[in-house]
């Protein structure tokens, strides 16, 4: 029998049907008409890549991280009047991958069953482990995000995404005019992996359990998160605040530290440590009432000194982190 032939498709501009041509070691085709590039890479065909829109610009960030040193408690008064004099926009990777899953399940679990029972005028609840057979069909969606880059470098962690945000298709020279966009970093077939595994994981920690449990319409992709990286000075050093393209979240922050109402705090402690050890000392020369206790008064008041001064620390700096998605 003799193979089918094979069909050949031709590819026109999607913007302007115009002709595409390419440039010898160039990885995208551009339109001959508009201009209009469109990134073509026979290695990466098997994932797409989007990108989310940036909605805090540079002027509302600069606001944002002046926000944050104004209402941050252990860093200098006068840090509000420190001058920015770098705003830069970054574009961090984020693997993505998305998957049905369709099985069922049997076996036993154990489960705790509440009874309520009356003793008298009051009611008390007793907790009973029940053994119980498990019969769970699965069919729903589901998402494993992980960072394409070494993000604590950066002094991040991942922003969080849920995979119902409005992503936009990511074309070269969209997103690189005045942006960073960092290129992922890794193995990406061993974050697949790690995605597949996740995905097969029975949800309803059934013991004894057999299951046939099947992935669907899997994708890959990579999606690109906007974060402002801003520096200011101040004291003749220079400090970073890293601000959420998206929400304008302060994510990561750095900033010099006061430690002037720590040592306000620390010799008010020692004060009224000072006055209680002069009262257990007044107490057992006084031969009153509490004498036999002064001594005990005296050393606890001692071992309180020592666990302050143990526990006190001047600060450098001033670190926040926002929580992340992990």
């Known amino acids: 029998m003799a193979e089918p032939a094979l069909e050949l498709s031709s590819v026109s501009c999607p913007a302007c049907a115009g002709s595409l041509g390419s440039r010898p070691g160039e990885p995208f085709l551009t339109c001959r008409h508009c201009g209009t590039p469109y990134l073509v890479d026979?290695?990466?065909?098997?994932?797409?890549?989007?990108?989310?829109?940036?909605?805090?610009?540079?002027?509302?960030?600069?606001?944002?991280?002046?926000?944050?040193?104004?209402?941050?408690?252990?860093?200098?008064?006068?840090?509000?009047?420190?001058?920015?004099?770098?705003?830069?926009?970054?574009?961090?990777?984020?693997?993505?991958?998305?998957?049905?899953?369709?099985?069922?399940?049997?076996?036993?679990?154990?489960?705790?069953?509440?009874?309520?029972?009356?003793?008298?005028?009051?009611?008390?609840?007793?907790?009973?482990?029940?053994?119980?057979?498990?019969?769970?069909?699965?069919?729903?969606?589901?998402?494993?995000?992980?960072?394409?880059?070494?993000?604590?470098?950066?002094?991040?962690?991942?922003?969080?995404?849920?995979?119902?945000?409005?992503?936009?298709?990511?074309?070269?020279?969209?997103?690189?005019?005045?942006?960073?966009?960092?290129?992922?970093?890794?193995?990406?077939?061993?974050?697949?992996?790690?995605?597949?595994?996740?995905?097969?994981?029975?949800?309803?920690?059934?013991?004894?359990?057999?299951?046939?449990l099947f992935l669907l319409r899997e994708s890959y992709g990579l999606l690109f998160y906007p974060l402002w990286h801003l520096r200011y000075r101040y004291d003749r050093r220079l400090f970073d605040v890293m601000v959420d393209g998206r929400s304008g979240t302060v994510h990561a922050a750095r900033a010099p530290a006061d430690n002037s109402r720590r040592l306000a705090a620390l010799l008010a402690s020692y004060a009224a440590l000072a006055l209680l050890l002069a009262f257990a000392m007044a107490s057992w020369r006084g031969g009153g009432v509490l004498a036999p206790a002064a001594p005990y008064i005296g050393l606890l008041a001692l071992a309180s000194a020592v666990g302050v001064h143990w526990r006190f620390e001047l600060l450098g700096e001033v670190e926040h982190h926002e929580p992340f998605a992990s």
């Open 42 to 212: 026979p290695g990466e065909a098997s994932y797409e890549r989007r990108y989310f829109a940036t909605k805090v610009d540079r002027l509302s960030a600069v606001g944002r991280a002046t926000g944050w040193l104004r209402d941050c408690p252990d860093v200098p008064d006068d840090i509000k009047a420190a001058a920015f004099v770098e705003a830069r926009l970054l574009y961090l990777p984020i693997w993505e991958a998305r998957a049905h899953l369709v099985g069922w399940e049997f076996g036993r679990k154990y489960r705790t069953k509440r009874e309520v029972r009356r003793v008298g005028e009051s009611e008390v609840v007793d907790l009973e482990l029940v053994d119980e057979t498990v019969e769970a069909g699965f069919f729903d969606e589901r998402r494993f995000y992980r960072e394409a880059v070494n993000l604590r470098a950066l002094g991040v962690g991942r922003p969080h995404v849920t995979g119902r945000e409005f992503t936009h298709p990511y074309l070269p020279g969209v997103l690189e005019d005045g942006a960073a966009v960092l290129e992922p970093q890794g193995d990406r077939e061993q974050v697949w992996k790690e995605a597949r595994r996740a995905f097969l994981q029975p949800p309803t920690g059934t013991l004894q359990r057999d299951s046939r």
